[in-house]
C-alpha cells in the first residue's frame, strides 16, 4: 500500500515569484509518481509524471518535479509563477509491478493562489 | 476526440431518492474508477473497475453502486442509504501502467 502527504493546504505567492509544493510518499515497492491539476468545477489534468528514467521531469508550462527516492520525495516546482497557475494541485502514486497495484493514491491537495 | 463525458454536470437529488451518475469513454481503456472530492478532504476512491463485469469497493463504497456491462460505461447509482451525498464526483479511466485521464465532474446537491 502506499501513502502520500501534501504537506501544504495552502500556498499563497505573488506574480513572478518561485513556487515549490512539497509532496512526499510511503510504499513497499517500487512507485511511478504524478502531479495533477485542478481549476475550480473541473476534473484533473495529468501536469507531468515520473515513470522511469531521469529522475528531473518538466511539463510544457513550465513546471517541474524530481523524484529523490531516498527522501521518497516528489516536490513540484516553478521558478515564476503566473496568475493564470491559481488551482489546486494534487500529488499521486501507484506501484510500477501491474493490476491493482497501477490504483493511485491521491495527497489531500495543495491550493496554490498566485496574487498580482 | 477521445475521451470522458460524464453527466450532467449538475444533479439535484431530493431526500430519499436514488440518482445514477453517467461516465462515458472512447480511449479504449480497461480500468475505470469513482471518486468523490469534498472540499479539503482530497479524493477519497468509491469503486472502481478493472474490466467488464467485474468491480471492487474503494474506501468508501457505503450507500453507493455500479456496474460495468460495456468496457465504454461505469455509472454510479447514488442510493438513499447514502446519508451525505452533496458532493463532486469524478470519473476516471486508466490505462494500464500510466496515469489517469479524468472526467469534468458531476456536482450532485441534496435539496
Known amino acids: 500500500a502506499q501513502s502520500v502527504t501534501q504537506l501544504d493546504s495552502q500556498v499563497p505567492v505573488f506574480e513572478e515569484a518561485p513556487v515549490e509544493l512539497r509532496c512526499n510518499y510511503s510504499?513497499?515497492?517500487?512507485?511511478?509518481l504524478f502531479w495533477y491539476v485542478q481549476y475550480p468545477n473541473q476534473g484533473l489534468q495529468l501536469l507531468l509524471k515520473?515513470?522511469?528514467?531521469?529522475?528531473l521531469v518538466e511539463s510544457i508550462n513550465g513546471f517541474e518535479a524530481e523524484f529523490n527516492k531516498s527522501q521518497t520525495s516528489f516536490h513540484l516546482r516553478k521558478p515564476s509563477v503566473h496568475i493564470s497557475d491559481t488551482a489546486e494541485y494534487f500529488c499521486a502514486v501507484s506501484g510500477d509491478s501491474g493490476g491493482s497495484n497501477y490504483k493511485l493514491t491521491f495527497g489531500k491537495g495543495t491550493l496554490l493562489t498566485v496574487n498580482p | 476526440d477521445g475521451g470522458i463525458t460524464q453527466s450532467p454536470k449538475y444533479l439535484f437529488r431530493k431526500e430519499g431518492q436514488n440518482v445514477t451518475l453517467s461516465c462515458e469513454q472512447n480511449l479504449n481503456h480497461d480500468a475505470m474508477y469513482w471518486y468523490r472530492q469534498d472540499p479539503g478532504q482530497g479524493l477519497r476512491l468509491i469503486y472502481y473497475?478493472?474490466?467488464?463485469?467485474?468491480?471492487q469497493k474503494g474506501d468508501i463504497a457505503e450507500g453507493y453502486s455500479v456496474s460495468r456491462e460495456k468496457k465504454e460505461s461505469f455509472p454510479l447509482t447514488v442510493t438513499s442509504a447514502q446519508k451525505n451525498p452533496t458532493a463532486f464526483y469524478l470519473c476516471?479511466?486508466?490505462?494500464?501502467?500510466?496515469?489517469?485521464?479524468f472526467g469534468s465532474g458531476t456536482r450532485l446537491t441534496v435539496v
Open positions: 510504499s513497499s515497492v517500487s512507485v511511478y
Open positions: 476516471a479511466t486508466q490505462e494500464y501502467g500510466y496515469g489517469y485521464t
Open positions: 515520473y515513470l522511469s528514467g531521469s529522475t
Open positions: 473497475s478493472q474490466i467488464v463485469n467485474d468491480f
